[in-house]
C-alpha cells in the first residue's frame, strides 16, 4: 500500500515514517511541499495521505479537495488539525489528528491499517 506524508516538521515525518514501517508498510512517501504532495497522490493514487493541515504552497484543505475534484479515491489523515470546521465536508477525510495528543500515532496506525486491509478484499469472478 502506497502511503503519503506531507509534514513541514522534519522531526515529525521520521516519526510517522518509523511508526509505518513498524506495522510492516515499505512504500512510504515523503515531502514537505504542498505541490509535491499534491502531484505524487496524482502520480502515485497514494492508497492514505497524511498531510500537515499548514503545509507550504498548498495546505491539506487544498489538496484533499483537489485530490477529490480529480476523482482520485486516496483517503486523507489530516496532521496537526484542532476544531477546523472547513475539513469535516470533505468526505475523504479519515481524520483529522492532533500530533501532540499522546494516543495520536496509535490513531493514525489504526487508520491505515484499516485501510490497508480493503485492499485484501478482492471480488473473484467465477467461471
Given at each position: 500500500m502506497?502511503v503519503?506524508?506531507?509534514?513541514?516538521s522534519?522531526?515529525?515525518m521520521?516519526?510517522l515514517?518509523?511508526?509505518?514501517?513498524?506495522?510492516g508498510?515499505?512504500?512510504?512517501?515523503?515531502?514537505?511541499y504542498?505541490?509535491d504532495?499534491?502531484?505524487?497522490?496524482?502520480r502515485?493514487?497514494?492508497k492514505?495521505?497524511?498531510l500537515?493541515?499548514d503545509?507550504?504552497?498548498?495546505n491539506?484543505?487544498?489538496?484533499?479537495?483537489?485530490?477529490?475534484?480529480?476523482?482520485i479515491?486516496s483517503?486523507?489523515?489530516?496532521?496537526?488539525?484542532d476544531?477546523?470546521?472547513?475539513l469535516?465536508?470533505?468526505?475523504n477525510?479519515l481524520?483529522k489528528?492532533?500530533?501532540?495528543?499522546?494516543t495520536a500515532?496509535l490513531?493514525i496506525?489504526?487508520l491505515v491499517?484499516r485501510?490497508?486491509?480493503?485492499?485484501k478484499?478482492r471480488?473473484i469472478?467465477s467461471h
Open positions: 502506497k503519503l506524508i506531507a509534514h513541514s522534519e522531526k515529525q521520521h516519526r515514517v518509523k511508526s509505518l514501517e513498524s506495522i508498510l515499505s512504500q512510504i512517501y515523503t515531502t514537505d504542498g505541490f504532495a499534491l502531484e505524487h497522490i496524482i502515485h493514487n497514494c492514505v495521505c497524511l500537515d493541515k503545509l507550504k504552497g498548498l491539506a484543505w487544498d489538496i484533499s479537495n483537489a485530490a477529490r475534484f480529480k476523482g479515491p483517503k486523507f489523515i489530516i496532521l496537526g488539525a476544531s477546523d470546521s472547513s469535516k465536508t470533505n468526505r477525510v481524520a489528528v492532533d500530533l501532540s495528543d499522546e500515532l490513531k496506525l489504526a491499517q485501510e490497508s486491509n480493503t485492499l478484499i471480488h469472478k
